[in-house]
């Protein structure tokens, strides 16, 4: 387990909530920021403030140095092969509809297929839908095992000839299921089609190697891992990128301008129209240094080991439902109690200080496969502790007892 010293390191948990310390087990919606991503933030708006690639004044310079350097931290991070493969986006949204929206409409026609599973996240699957609608393709799912797993076999019997995209989550941000990208990845390539990976709940709890996947595109979050808000990246395939158009278009991303053409910067400025996220950047960077400090083997084991401890009490809770699979699952429990509405779980534990999410959690259709309206779930994080789970344990319990024969 990483050491429990890592919690002092984040400064909001620290405090207390309704009278208790604060047991925060809500990670996948959005991390905890450490001290040091929060003096990096400092930092830049105290020094650093100015524009970027314009200024040739010392501030600017310096404020284009921290943008590029996050970009060169964000490649080595995840194993891409050069730092114009990386884009600045505002986080994995935003970077998966550049692809739906420009790689898409350049590939798809009236025919083709587009693969995804039930568990996407609605960021990976409402831009397909359009996509669909305005090329005539045909959405396809990958069906979902018992567990909410998937098999290969039903991957090679859904991927044909006719898919031109497969898009589909690394890590469900619902029942944890950890995909095996790099054998779909395979079987997309084997068919002539390209892979899209939502890896907003991989990359902060596992290392990544987007050239060992052999991904065409990859999306991720910042504020999923340690970073700030409104700030995450879009790899893709340098060759696939450079015959993309781009879908924001003003200043920063342009080469030339005429009063009727104009041609656009080449990678990856082109992709990044206007002013950019230029904080949230250095903010990135600085908790892509503190992952690594931390050493991603060790978050990874951390997190799946809490996990395991979390299911081996949880499941002795009378009346609890638990979703998902039992193995190979990153760091969160899913679950319902009884007859209770999750939102009435979620609101008894946060009387206690314990922090969980509740509701479809931007699954409906997944929600619609398990038969559950909502579910509420407990995300893990490095910071967590046995002693926040045996927290939730000892709450839910509680809850059991105060809502008594609404239970069953």
Known sequence: ?????????????????????????????????????????????????????????????????????????????????????????????????????????????????????????????????????????????????????????????????????????????????????????????????KIMVDGAQSTPHMKVDVQDLDCDFYALSGHKMCGPTGIGALYGKKSLLNNMEPVEFGGEMIDHVDLYESTWKELPWKFEGGTPMIAGAVGLGAAIDFLTEVGMDNIFKHDVELTNYALDRMMQIPDLAIYGPTTNRAGLVTFNLGDVHPHDVATVLDSMGVAVRAGHHCCQQLMRWLEQSSTARASFYLYNTEDDVDRLVTALLKTKEYFGDAIG
């Open 1 to 193: 387990m990483i050491p429990a010293e890592i919690r002092e390191l984040f400064p909001i948990l620290k405090q207390e909530v309704n009278g208790h310390p604060l047991v925060y087990l809500d990670s996948a919606a959005t991390s905890q920021k450490p001290i040091q991503v929060i003096e990096a933030l400092k930092h830049y708006y105290e020094w650093d403030n100015a524009n970027v690639h314009r200024g040739v004044h010392t501030l600017g310079s310096r404020a284009t140095d921290a943008y590029e350097g996050a970009r060169a931290k964000v490649a080595k991070f995840i194993g891409a092969s050069s730092e114009q493969e990386i884009i600045f986006t505002r986080g994995t949204t935003t970077a998966i509809n550049i692809v739906a929206a420009s790689f898409a409409e350049s590939v798809l026609r009236e025919g083709d297929e587009i693969v995804l599973t039930p568990m996407e996240h609605h960021s990976n699957l409402i831009p397909w839908q359009q996509a669909a609608k305005k090329s005539g393709a045909t959405l396809k799912y990958i069906p979902l095992q018992p567990d909410g797993s998937v098999s290969l076999a039903d991957v090679e019997n859904t991927i044909t000839d006719r898919t031109k995209i497969v898009s589909i989550v690394y890590v469900s941000n619902v029942l944890g299921v950890i995909n095996p990208i790099k054998e779909i990845a395979a079987i997309a390539h084997k068919h002539g089609a």
